[in-house]
């Protein structure tokens, strides 16, 4: 069954839904106002306080019929926190459904149409004005409606939602991509490589391929800390000879990039660091000038926010305003000598003239525990690194 339309707004949605009760520290299970998302049989879930931001990532064995009132009991691991009444619980690992609101002719109101990925770059998010609707063609599938066709567009691509392994980089750029290449079985442990960078872990940590993972992010690694109150865990390259990673001269224009996720955020006895960038250690460290800049974060410093880091040993820093939370990130720096831009998902969040010291290695990526004995983690999708030896950027 097809039928043809005008798009009115794009949104998307979580699966998943809210506490329809408040749940208290080591309960083993929650309630939540509908359960139509969670799997019958068992699965994980991210469940994050409103309050604060505190999140964590538990597993959950089975749900409960429908109560009469809508609700079901979800049977889980020990909550770790306290959680109150509309928090949200979300299908985990995440993955956003994209839908739009369709109106069919000669209705007063408008169908739900989820979006397939194929057409999620070529249709913007957000209301359309009066008169700037497109028309799309929707077909019933199951119960559910799919945009199947846009009609009478011209096709445009949102860069920002292309897979970057498929990118083709200039010839005049020397880069390193590392993308979908993640696929091992087990910790890697202490140390071993993975296309020239260097992971480290110390104090009981691991690198380890992401499990669960969903289609839509093949190849994700996991850094995680262990339970140890010193644990840590990092991609870095300054502890071996890898060209262009020990790069100590930034001459023309250079682009790093890199994609992951907090699935639990520092907190109060559970402290922990993150740095990604250029550093000679793996805390970003403050040991010697130019030890580190990138992007940093710690519940304790900044208000919460990320923080631009131009030269953590002289303490050259710009808050971009922005919190950490719990979802999928971008994260840029453009350099072209003397200027540093710092962006999120595309969003230009700091342009200065900081001066630019020299560093030993690139650090894609750091996670380091500083108090409690739960496992904190940072989730890696990807890190891309071009420069080129002229005076245009590095893209």
Request: aromatic share 10%; charged share 25%.
């Amino acid at each position: 069954m097809r039928e043809h339309g005008l798009l009115r707004n794009v949104y998307t949605t979580l699966p998943g839904d809210v506490l329809a009760a408040d749940a208290s520290t080591s309960a083993t299970s929650i309630t939540v106002e509908a359960g139509d998302d969670f799997d019958d049989d068992g699965g994980e879930f991210l469940i994050t306080r409103a309050s604060d931001g505190v999140s964590e990532v538990l597993a959950f064995s089975a749900k409960s019929d429908e109560a009469q009132d809508g609700t079901v009991v979800i049977t889980c691991d020990a909550l770790g926190y306290d959680y109150d009444a509309g928090d949200a619980v979300a299908v985990y690992p995440t993955d956003r459904e994209w839908w739009a609101q369709v109106l069919l002719p000669d209705d007063e109101e408008t169908a739900e149409a989820l979006i397939p990925l194929a057409l999620r770059g070529r249709i913007p998010l957000g209301e359309r004005a009066p008169g700037s609707e497109e028309a799309v063609a929707i077909e019933l599938i199951g119960l559910d409606w799919w945009i199947c066709d846009m009609m009478g567009v011209d096709p445009v691509d949102d860069g920002s939602f292309t897979e970057r392994a498929t990118v083709q980089v200039a010839d005049s750029h020397v880069a390193s991509v590392f993308d979908d290449c993640f696929y091992r079985s087990g910790d890697v442990g202490y140390s071993g490589g993975v296309d020239g960078a260097f992971l480290h872990a110390v104090s009981g940590a691991g690198i380890s391929p992401l499990s669960g993972v969903n289609s839509t992010r093949p190849g994700m690694l996991a850094l995680k800390t262990g339970t140890d109150t010193a644990g840590a865990a990092a991609l870095l390259s300054a502890d071996v000879t890898c060209w262009p990673f020990a790069y100590s001269d930034f001459v023309g224009s250079h682009v790093f990039e890199v994609a992951f996720r907090l699935p639990n955020l520092s907190a109060t006895g559970e402290k922990y660091k993150v740095h990604s960038g250029w550093g000679d250690q793996l805390d970003g460290g403050s040991a010697a000038a130019g030890s580190f800049m990138g992007w940093y974060y710690c519940h304790t410093d900044n208000g919460a926010n990320w923080l631009a880091v131009a030269d953590e040993f002289s303490a050259i820093t710009f808050d971009t305003g922005v919190a950490a939370d719990t979802d999928w990130h971008r994260f840029r720096i453009e350099i072209e000598d003397p200027r540093v831009r710092w962006y999120i998902d595309d969003v230009l969040m700091v342009d200065e003239a900081p001066g630019i010291p020299d560093f030993g290695g690139l650090l894609p990526a750091s996670i380091v525990k500083h108090t409690g004995t739960t496992d904190r983690r940072l989730y890696l999708d990807y890190y891309r690194y071009t420069f080129r030896l002229d005076a245009d950027l590095a893209r």
